[in-house]
């Protein structure tokens, strides 16, 4: 996005180097927070700005924050949310390579609006290379005084610990995430008590995903108004929207908060190749229920996505062409819940592996229109009844395949 | 708790009320409403993870689950509308989708949830003709558990209480997903004193006793209140057995003691050595009066008692005090030993009362006391001053009565011999075989205390009053009825009256 | 059956230990390390990391099975990822899976008896615009072909 010339993803090479990032301007926004403001003042900002969680729950950032309770004597943890696991979804990384310093501006902030001096940043097991810059970056920030001890010269302090992962989705839960941190299995807890209250090692804790913390920088510099005004009402600031699938050029978007999906599609990533045409879109990660492809002219904000019945979440959009068979999307999906579900919960634990079994069933010997009934119900038994929202990424976009598509399915598994 | 604030819900229509923190579930439980779970336990952290307790709360979209859920003022709570009665059906069709059900020749049928849950909440038709996955059936856990991964539901109940209670630890769940499954790591079995909870809290077959497997159908069982006699704990206990005794051989009467709650004393569990306490009730007891070590064809209640009567009466009144000696025991009940002071000290004036149990063992630091009596206060409330007889105040004596087994377990066998063998008239009343019957007279099959009713006052002076749970034999007596008889018959007055 | 790390793993283990507030937290990195050490972690290297961290053995069992990157026994020299969730899927990873079952003549989970390649599948490496896509010891590759498929498994099978 060039409009204002600011961007949370540069385009040259050396980008991630702490020198290319104090050229354009970098750990400013954290020297004007630290030096001339109250914490609480960065936390009023952040919330005008209204920037939604941008790891696909969207919940708003600032709100978060103020959720932990003021005063108390005992340490308060920032995580940070880099487990990013959602098929379909890749921003993350390119955060992490190409402006791992804007992440680690983001979380000073974080950090001094909240009272925390300690940070985990959990990135997940696979991108344990990828994170090779972020954490030469943290050495970086570390011996220029950006992080540790006196940052920035003030008497605040930030430490941040790269922890690394070991292959789990459910870890992206944030709850499963602080389990796994303490060095557990990653499976959510019982809410309440919130991470807010009670979180990392039982202290207070803010848990925020990469690309949320690297664009409060942004918001910090150019003030909440600013960057409420590059989004939607309700729904601040640019995303990356990553698009992958059948598309000419897929890659990462940094776009407008509300940018409509097929503007996303057609014009940013090439729409389809030559030859052939949309027949779906999965608009927010393999969990968002999917859209046909006449329905996809719908502005890529939380809100507008929640009302079209599908969801924005992590903004990684996977266009499917024409010619693929919904048989086989069912099946990549069931498949992928069942193998990520933690097993924590009856209903997750046992449906995800049922709706995989039938679905395989299908594929294997055809079947009737009942089965896919049963599909439904067995979805229909896993949504709203789990502790986490692992079970609806689940149910939903198996129930939106099952119905959109139902004469497809149907005439598949009859044959 | 009584410091809590208390506030106020509704409960399916019902008005509740509940301190501040309690869950849901609890409040409900409280007013009589019952919500089926299954990972849910009063005494285990809150892991929310079987998803059968969930209700209705209004003004919430979802169903939450009620073990975790908090009671908060002016809640309206709904425990069995269409969508509460959905989900639960929904788990119920979910957990026998991969259940083996396999109840004919499970252990817990009978007493499953699982199984109760489904009469009471479930009844679909199977909606599952893929495979289900197959698992380990017999895995030895250790301390003769049985693990049945194809029954287990994942609950984690047994996880949690290693880890809580004993905190031992042993078991894990390993692997994700449907694959999850309880263990134990490599060759570290379940190893604690209080491995027996696991099958009492196991909601399910999965953890099943070698001891109990296969024996018997739970549905046989006759369940009865007890208190556990075999540490100064007094842990409430049930006692489960069958009746038609005698048992042909080999047969069994009672099949197990299980934990009973009490909060005031042993929570929700019992000790495995209490839990063993089976084999205390059923195995190596006496059943008929014997002289000299063999049973004696013919030999009444009456006689032999009167024997021991007439023995007493050789002993002239003034020479009673050094010429009886009495070896009492803290596994006699309050009343039982009120008796005995009243018939041995008060009535026959005597002075030489001993007291002879088991051997201290080392306390647990969870229930199981060092002292392995259950009526050591008892035993002080009654006025005795106990102590153990020296071999030659015992030898010293003209008659002897001897209450319990366990004085060989304090002296020489070969000595204490020795010295019976110098006293003119010794009595055993015992309820168990032992080193000591050859030496007496006669031996009385006395009962034990799930065969008595009475009291008994714990380590920390609670008082508990327990009823007979099992039968007797025959042939066996309660030392309650042995004493108040031979007051009878030494026109002793049992009520406490003076010597004649 | 015994398992000592060796001094400078042993450095490492113990600097990462102390970077965090609780012992335990330390599980994971220090699995981390063994395995990048060992190729595996055995169930004794379990039980020496469950005594570094003050855990009980099962915990690390746990802890272990419950993450699909570590594993319990030795691997092959490399081990080959193949990415196959939905963006991939629609690029044509399972043909180009299938290709890969075919040249190294193992399925997923499985290591040819040359001891050289490993393979398994995963789900979404977060490389959706490189589909398709995989990973050679962690190392993305993608979007890849049929072709250079099998020139990397030509270059795997000869690495020694």
């Known amino acids: 996005m060039s409009e204002n010339g600011v961007r949370l993803l540069p385009l040259d090479d050396d980008s991630w180097r702490l020198e290319a990032y104090l050229r354009r301007g970098g750990y400013e926004a954290a020297r004007k927070a630290l030096t001339s403001m109250a914490p609480k003042d960065v936390v009023a900002e952040v919330c005008q700005a209204v920037i939604r969680g941008r790891g696909g729950a969207g919940f708003p950032a600032g709100m978060k924050w103020s959720f932990v309770p003021q005063g108390g004597a005992g340490p308060r943890y920032l995580c940070v949310n880099a487990d990013e696991g959602e098929p379909g979804t890749f921003k993350d990384r390119l955060v992490l390579r190409r402006a791992p310093h804007a992440l680690l501006e983001g979380m000073v902030i974080t950090a001094f609006a909240v009272g925390i001096r300690t940070a985990f940043i959990y990135v997940r097991g696979e991108y344990a290379l990828v994170s090779g810059r972020l954490e030469e970056a943290v050495a970086e920030a570390r011996s220029a005084g950006y992080l540790g001890p006196r940052v920035l010269g003030t008497d605040f302090g930030l430490d941040v610990i790269v922890h690394h992962g070991a292959g789990a989705y459910i870890c992206g839960e944030e709850t499963a995430l602080l389990e796994s941190l303490e060095g557990r299995r990653g499976q959510p807890r019982v809410k309440p008590p919130f991470p807010a209250s009670v979180g990392l090692f039982r202290s207070p804790t803010v848990i925020n995903n990469v690309e949320t913390l690297a664009a409060i920088p942004q918001i910090l510099a150019h003030g909440a108004g600013w960057f409420l005004g590059r989004g939607v009402a309700k729904d601040g600031g640019t995303r990356l929207f990553g698009v992958s699938g059948a598309v000419r050029r897929p890659g990462i978007y940094e776009l407008a908060v509300g940018t409509p999906l097929r503007q996303v599609i057609e014009v940013h990533a090439g729409g389809p190749p030559e030859g052939r045409s949309i027949k779906a879109v999965v608009p927010g990660g393999l969990s968002a229920p999917v859209l046909k492809a006449d329905e996809i002219d719908v502005p890529m904000d939380f809100d507008s996505l929640a009302r079209s019945g599908s969801m924005l979440g992590s903004a990684g959009i996977i266009v499917i062409p024409d010619g693929t068979p919904m048989l086989d999307v069912l099946h990549v999906t069931a498949r992928f819940y069942a193998h990520e579900s933690c097993g924590k919960c009856t209903p997750c634990r046992i449906g995800t592996s049922w709706i995989l079994k039938a679905v395989r069933r299908l594929r294997r010997s055809g079947g009737s229109p009942a089965d896919l009934d049963l599909i439904l119900r067995l979805a229909e038994g896993i949504r709203g009844r789990t502790l986490c929202p692992f079970g609806d990424g689940a149910a939903m976009p198996i129930r939106a395949i099952v119905t959109k598509f139902r004469d497809e399915l149907e005439r598949a598994v009859a044959r | ?500 | 059956m015994s398992y000592a790390p060796s001094p400078a793993a042993l450095e490492k283990i113990e600097g990462t230990i102390a970077l965090y507030p609780e012992k335990p937290a330390a599980l994971l990195p220090v699995l981390h390390i063994i395995q990048g050490e060992s190729g595996f972690i055995s169930a004794a290297a379990e039980a020496w990391a469950a005594a570094k961290l003050g855990l009980r053995p099962v915990r690390v069992r746990e802890v272990l099975s419950f993450y699909t990157m570590f594993r319990r026994a030795p691997a092959g020299r490399t081990t080959l990822q193949v990415c196959r969730n939905l963006s991939c899927a629609l690029a044509g990873a399972d043909d180009i899976l299938g290709l890969i079952r075919e040249k190294l003549g193992i399925g997923p989970g499985e290591t040819t008896s040359d001891g050289a390649v490993t393979l398994v599948t995963a789900e979404c490496l977060g490389h959706c615009d490189h589909a398709p896509c995989l990973q050679v010891d962690g190392v993305d590759h993608g979007p890849v072909t049929r072709e250079t498929v099998a020139a990397l498994i030509e270059e795997l099978k000869a690495h020694v």
């Open chain 2, 1 to 500: 708790m009584s410091g809590l604030k208390r506030v106020g819900l509704t409960i399916d229509g019902l008005k509740v009320q509940a301190a501040e923190g309690t869950s849901i579930l609890k409040a409900a439980e409280q007013a009589g409403v019952v919500i089926p779970h299954f990972c849910y336990h009063p005494a285990l952290e809150i892991e929310g993870n079987c998803r059968m307790c969930v209700v209705e709360i209004e003004g919430l979209p979802k169903l939450e689950p009620s073990c975790s859920a908090l009671v908060r003022e002016g809640l309206v709570v709904r425990t069995s509308t269409e969508r509460v009665r959905e989900a639960r059906k929904d788990v119920l069709a979910f957990l026998l989708a991969e259940h083996p059900l396999d109840c004919p020749i499970c252990d817990k049928a009978g007493e499953c949830r699982l199984q109760d849950y489904y009469d009471r909440h479930g009844l679909t038709a199977s909606r599952m003709v893929e495979p289900r996955e197959r698992r380990e059936k017999k895995l030895a856990i250790g301390r003769g558990l049985i693990l049945d991964r194809e029954r287990c539901v994942l609950c984690t109940r047994c996880v949690r209480f290693l880890r809580q209670m004993p905190g031992t630890g042993e078991l894990g769940v390993f692997e994700r997903g449907l694959r999850s499954e309880v263990g134990i790591f490599e060759d570290a079995p379940v190893d604690n004193g209080y491995s027996g909870n696991l099958v009492d809290i196991c909601p399910v077959g999965a953890i099943t006793a070698e001891d109990f497997r296969f024996k018997t159908r739970a549905w046989f069982l006759a369940r009865k209140p007890s208190v556990c006699p075999h540490c100064g704990r007094g842990c409430a206990v049930t006692v489960e057995s069958v009746s038609g005794y005698p048992l042909a051989k080999g047969e069994r009467r009672v099949y197990r003691i299980t934990a009973r709650e009490n909060p005031a004393v042993n929570g929700f569990w019992i000790c495995d050595l209490g839990r063993d306490g089976r084999r205390d009730i059923d195995e190596g007891r006496h059943a008929r009066l014997m002289k000299a070590g063999v049973p004696v064809a013919g030999l009444s209640w009456q006689t032999a008692l009167a024997d021991v009567a007439a023995a007493i009466r050789t002993v002239p009144g003034p020479e009673r005090s050094a010429g009886i000696a009495v070896v009492l025991n803290g596994r006699l009940t309050c009343e039982e030993l009120a008796l005995a002071k009243r018939l041995f000290v008060a009535g026959l004036g005597l002075s030489k009362v001993y007291f002879a149990d088991r051997k201290p063992g080392s306390a647990d630091g969870l229930l199981l006391t060092a002292e392995r009596l259950p009526n050591g206060r008892g035993v002080l409330e009654a006025g005795f001053a106990p102590r153990l007889p020296a071999l030659d105040e015992i030898a010293a004596a003209d008659v002897l009565l001897v209450f319990g087994p366990y004085l060989s377990e304090h002296l020489a066998e070969e000595a204490l011999a020795k010295a019976w063998a110098g006293i003119p008239s010794k009595f055993l009343f015992s309820a168990h075989e032992g080193p000591l019957d050859r030496l007496a007279d006669i031996v009385f099959p006395v009962a034990v205390p799930a065969e008595k009713s009475g009291t008994y006052i714990n380590v920390d002076g609670t008082r508990q009053t327990f009823a007979q749970a099992v039968k007797p034999a025959a042939g066996v007596a309660a030392e309650s009825a042995i004493l108040a008889g031979l007051a009878n018959l030494l026109a002793l007055d049992a009520g406490g009256g003076d010597a004649r």
